[in-house]
């Protein structure tokens, strides 16, 4: 089941609304502030969970007096939490039994947030269920085996590759502009940045270790 979560971070409206338009969506969660996108455009999401700390008062009452039929599930959660709103909505999805999830609005300004959100692709991935941050210019993915890249579907020019465990053992990389074989990719190292799709479809291999994908438009 394929889940669409709206957080409160930077979003462009226009790529927002294309990109629900392009996918087929069976259930939407507004993480906090990001009810406003739905308000905003006279959608409903299926939840709303936050603590609504960052969130415009009438907008959550709106969502709160609609019809019975049509009111979304609102949970309401201490400020005084260990997990972020964003996460709350990816457990909330996965409980639902999402097993692709698409996260908007969760990159920005606010650095610490984009990074923590980062760190739940990998909670996601955990669970065996696919998540990825996209905004405008990027599609960014973590991933613990190996994956295609079809040069018709990818997104954007670029492909950055990053290591999110120590080393990533065994990365073999074919269909790109610069591959390699049987090759141990570090941190602290910037090897895998900006390389290019080439062929029909590019593959990406490894033995251990968890990637960070990253696909980026100029």
Do not use: W
Request: charged letters at 25%.
């Amino acid at each position: 089941m394929q889940s669409l979560i709206i957080s409160g971070g930077s979003l462009d409206m226009e790529f927002a609304l294309s990109y629900i338009r392009k996918y087929s969506f069976d259930f939407t969660v507004a993480a906090d502030r990001g009810m406003d996108f739905f308000y905003e455009h006279k959608m409903v999401p299926d939840y709303i969970v936050g603590d609504f700390d960052s969130a415009d008062p009438e907008v959550l009452e709106y969502f709160r007096n609609l019809n019975g039929g049509e009111r979304p599930e609102i949970l309401q959660f201490e400020p005084e939490k260990d997990e972020t709103d964003t996460e709350l909505a990816i457990r909330i999805a996965i409980q639902q039994g999402c097993d692709d999830i698409h996260l908007l609005g969760a990159m920005g300004s606010r650095m610490d947030h984009m990074l923590g959100n980062l760190h739940l692709l990998g909670a996601a991935m955990k669970q065996g269920v696919a998540c990825r941050m996209v905004d405008k210019n990027n599609r960014i993915r973590m991933i613990c085996q190996g994956m295609s890249l079809r040069r018709e579907e990818q997104y954007g020019t670029y492909v950055s590759l990053f290591p999110f465990t120590p080393q990533v053992k065994g990365l073999t990389l074919t269909g790109f502009q610069y591959p390699l074989k049987d090759y141990t990719l570090e941190c602290y190292h910037s090897l895998g940045v900006s390389n290019e799709i080439i062929a029909e479809k590019a593959e990406i291999s490894f033995q251990e270790g968890v990637l960070l994908v990253v696909e980026s438009k100029d």
